[in-house]
């Protein structure tokens, strides 16, 4: 069946340093991967997603990395800020014959920022 | 230009009441879905609606129910609610044909069952 699932629930690091996330798929026919944020009390918020034919996207501070060997997908942070503190999940996206998707979450990974 | 919207923001029931739940998508998005997060999961997707439809469902049972309106709002009914259906209620909008658009979603509706 299809599972999402993270290596690590928790990560600590410093102020500005880097931070990679990482988490392990099980269902290759996925469309697009896709990671979301999501702060205490808040709704997950869209971070990055590359396409399932893709291996590195890039964005402001964030770099998604795919790689379909090993099913495996990580999240990097650069200059890791207070800001980013919250809980991380990858989601896998697929969607259906005539329009439409839907995600399949994992469990999440909680980054805290230390000062 | 408002983002996902749901109300209410919180909510308790006691066991075998039945509850409904609303969301107004993203302006310009005519797709609803709805997820369920317990606490310390990820959200599991119950069912997506669009063109007043329920187009795909997770695995959920017929307690939970949905509809969409014209105007692509969309309302989760759950009934005879169990106490295990305590979680946070998602809303996520998107367009039907957007495959490589993100959804969005609102903050959520926390419901507690006593």
């Known amino acids: 069946g299809e599972s999402v699932g993270l290596h690590l629930p928790t990560l600590s690091v410093q102020e500005g340093d880097n931070s990679i996330i990482n988490c392990a798929y099980s269902?290759?026919?996925?469309?697009?991967f896709i990671w979301y944020k999501q702060e205490s009390g808040k709704g997950p918020q869209f971070i990055i997603d590359?396409?399932?034919?893709?291996d590195k996207r890039q964005g402001q501070r964030v770099t998604v990395l795919l790689n379909k060997t090993v099913k495996h997908l990580s999240l990097q942070i650069a200059a890791t800020q207070p800001g980013d503190s919250a809980v991380y999940f990858c989601a896998e996206k697929k969607g259906v014959t005539g329009g439409g998707n839907k995600l399949t979450f994992g469990t999440g990974t909680q980054l805290k920022v230390e000062l | 230009d408002a983002g996902v919207t749901q109300s209410p923001t919180h909510l308790i029931k006691t066991r075998g009441q039945q509850v409904t739940l609303r969301c107004s998508p993203k302006?310009?998005?005519?797709?609803v879905s709805w997820y369920q997060q317990a606490l310390g999961q990820g959200p599991q997707f119950i069912f997506q609606?669009?063109?007043?439809?329920?187009?795909q469902r997770g695995n959920f049972p017929d307690r939970f129910s949905g509809h969409q309106f014209p105007n692509y709002s969309s309302e989760l009914n759950v009934n005879a609610l169990l106490l295990g259906d305590s979680a946070l209620y998602l809303c996520?909008?998107?367009?039907?044909?957007?495959?490589?658009?993100?959804?969005?979603f609102g903050d959520g509706t926390r419901l507690s069952i006593l």
């Open positions: 302006s310009g998005h005519d797709t």
């Open positions: 996520a909008s998107s367009l039907w044909t957007g495959g490589n658009q993100p959804q969005h």
């Open positions: 609606y669009y063109e007043e439809e329920e187009r």
């Open positions: 269902n290759s026919a996925s469309d697009y």
């Open positions: 590359i396409r399932s034919n893709m």
